[in-house]
């Protein structure tokens, strides 16, 4: 099973949208409600931020949010902050208890 | 707050055999599933395999079959990825981190990283 496809880099100033992108397949991110986004700081573990799609833990401000449109996910940051910088996985379960994650995408507040 | 907390950094060398842990807080820590994430210098998270302590029901990445042994004591809170011959390969940070059901929820929280350092 392939690793799902994000882009490499994003960015945007701050105040801005940022939307990132995970492209999966239809017997993944198309086929299940099983979809999450972590956000990782430098030399730090990921945190949760989305799950299920569209879901956002408490905690998590409401500037993130998740979608999906077909076998795409997307996170959307809107009012970017200075300490949005850093990466983003998005995740997928792949049925037959298989689970994969995106490459990863490093997003840059200008 | 539920807290996952990992075993310390280890240098090993190529052919030995190695088991971290990750304890868990709290009394619900049989009733989550615990999982396993590598994450190689530089480069991006996977998912290597999910245990349920309550009853050690057990599911692996195909990438990671055969290759590690995910296992766990519900009697003291603790869940373990194990190795019985290192590589040079198996250099990385190993996360483990709880999921409310399989495949539900997400995964959170995430324990602080074991550093796994294995020379050839």
Known sequence: ?110 | EVQLVQSGAEVKKSGESLKISCKGSGNTFSTYWIAWVRQMPGKGLEWMGVIYPGDSDTRYSPSFQGQVTISADKSINTAYLQWSSLKASDTAMYYCTRRSGWPTGGFDPWGQGTLVTVSS
């Not at chain 1, 979809?35 to 299920?52: D, F, N, R, T």
């Not at chain 1, 905690?59 to 970017?80: E, H, I, K, M, W």
């Open chain 1, 1 to 110: 099973q392939s690793a799902l496809t994000q882009p490499p880099s994003a960015s945007g100033s701050p105040g801005q949208l940022v939307t990132i992108s995970c492209t999966g397949t239809s017997s993944d991110v198309g086929g299940y409600n099983y979809v999450s986004w972590y956000q990782q700081h430098p030399g730090k573990a990921p945190k949760l931020m989305i799950y299920e799609v569209t879901k956002r833990p408490s905690g998590v401000p409401d500037r993130f949010s998740g979608s999906r449109s077909g076998n795409t996910a997307s996170l959307t940051v809107s009012g970017l902050q200075p300490e949005d910088e850093a990466d983003y996985y998005c995740s997928s379960y792949a049925g037959y208890n298989n689970l994969i994650f995106g490459g990863g995408t490093k997003l840059t507040v200008l």
